[in-house]
């Protein structure tokens, strides 16, 4: 009995002792994630403490996102991200952390060095060089085998700061944050998926520079103002010879089926959520989607979320839908196709009655009838500014037409 004593204690001092390794310095920590080829993507942590418990957020600019609350793995401290599959796996001091970051994949996860030293210098000195950066950039990214893509860049400059976003053809890079120093500048975010890095060079009439996404390989960009640039977005129809009805049948994430054959859809005003969990504009999307839901539902409005996930594997599909559903509190279903993003017939195998499914997120818009009066592709998140609040706009003048309609 004595032995079965001790080994517990032992095993109570050791989980204490493991619990107070968990404790780190208040304030701002600087953050990276090491490329192979010597680049880091920065990060900018801030550590709380409120009432004895310690919260950890990721910022961008003015986002900030909060991560689950930190566990013990051993000898080492697992920090989620507060929505997707990916964590900080960490060795602590209380003004350092030293490890990895890690990312689900469909086939294999994705591993990147990771290190952070609490940042008590926060002022540091920066150099402008009279050019503002404010307004919108054409922006022309070039791949090592020479392929070419176009985007957006929506900038605002205050002072030697910088935020804003970068639009693309599919959705947007969110909320970024940087830097000018003298003819150099930085902007960079992170979110769990996205871990996004442009450093640029400043010229008379224009920018151009180094883009890093994760462990991807480099790209080069250019850029010049435009205040009139506007990108096409990929288009998914009806197609030809459809009467625009729907038909589908899925369980949600409690294992009831919902159709939306059934009487809690007719008669009303549907939206269609092309999601997944993989994908940060879809987290965006869900926190609008959710929020309107809720404000709008006695109206005659209903949402359905459609997700298209990394792997077959229900049962992880299902807890990465539920931190979704969790993290944004939504109200309306949430059903697994089953179908992964991957799959080249995930049109066919889901909603053959339109062409290819080409964005995600994708919205579609049905009226009283279940008939598809429209398929929104072009969903930009809050980091986009004017961008989002026009999203917002239009969608809102689409329902309110659909419900006024008889």
Not at 252 to 257: A, C, H, T, V
Request: with cysteine; net charge positive.
């Amino acid at each position: 009995m004595k032995s079965i004593a001790l080994i517990v204690a032992l095993m109570f001092s050791t989980a204490i002792s493991s619990i107070a390794q968990t404790s780190l310095r208040v304030g701002s920590w600087m953050a990276s994630l090491k490329r192979a080829d010597g680049h880091n993507i920065p990060i900018q942590l801030l550590i709380e403490s409120k009432n004895g418990k310690q919260a950890i957020y990721v910022v961008n600019g003015s986002e900030r996102l909060k991560t689950d609350n930190p566990v013990i793995d051993g000898d080492s401290l697992i920090i989620r991200m507060p929505v997707f599959e990916s964590y900080f796996k960490v060795k602590s001091s209380d003004t350092q952390l030293k490890g990895r970051w890690i990312k689900g994949g469909s086939a294999k996860d994705l591993i990147m060095p990771f290190e952070a030293i609490l940042n008590e210098n926060t002022k540091v000195a920066k150099k402008g060089n009279g050019q503002n950066l404010t307004g919108k950039w054409k922006i022309e990214f070039t791949k090592a085998d020479q392929t070419k893509r176009a985007a957006i860049g929506n900038l605002t400059q205050n002072g030697n700061l910088l935020s804003g976003s970068v639009l693309t053809p599919t959705g947007d890079y969110r909320f970024m944050s940087g830097y000018i120093n003298a003819e150099s500048f930085m902007l960079s975010t992170f979110d769990g998926i996205h871990a996004l890095l442009f450093e640029g060079k400043i010229k008379a009439d224009s920018i151009s520079g180094q883009f890093y996404s994760s462990a991807s390989p480099v790209e080069s960009w250019t850029a010049v103002k435009d205040e009139k640039v506007t990108l096409t977005s990929p288009v998914t129809t009806v197609k030809e010879g459809s009467d625009g009805k729907l038909s589908f049948t899925y369980r949600d994430l409690d294992g009831k089926e919902v159709s939306l054959q059934s009487d809690r859809y007719k008669g009303k005003v549907v939206v269609i959520q092309l999601m997944g969990s993989w994908c940060p504009n879809c987290m965006d999307e869900m926190a609008f989607l959710s929020d309107y839901y809720s404000k709008n539902k006695s109206r005659g409005v209903e949402v359905i979320a459609l997700a298209y996930e990394l792997t077959t594997d229900k049962e992880r599909s299902r807890k990465s839908l539920q931190r979704f559903q969790k993290q944004f509190n939504v109200q309306y279903p949430i059903l697994n196709t089953g179908v992964t993003v991957s799959d080249k017939e995930r049109t066919e195998k889901t909603l053959p009655q339109i062409t290819e499914i080409k964005v995600f997120p994708t919205s579609i818009i049905l009226d009283k009838r279940g008939v598809i009066k429209e398929i929104n592709t072009a969903f930009y998140g809050p980091g986009t500014g004017a961008y989002y609040t026009a999203y917002k706009n239009n969608f809102e003048k689409s329902i309110n037409a659909l419900l006024a309609a008889k």
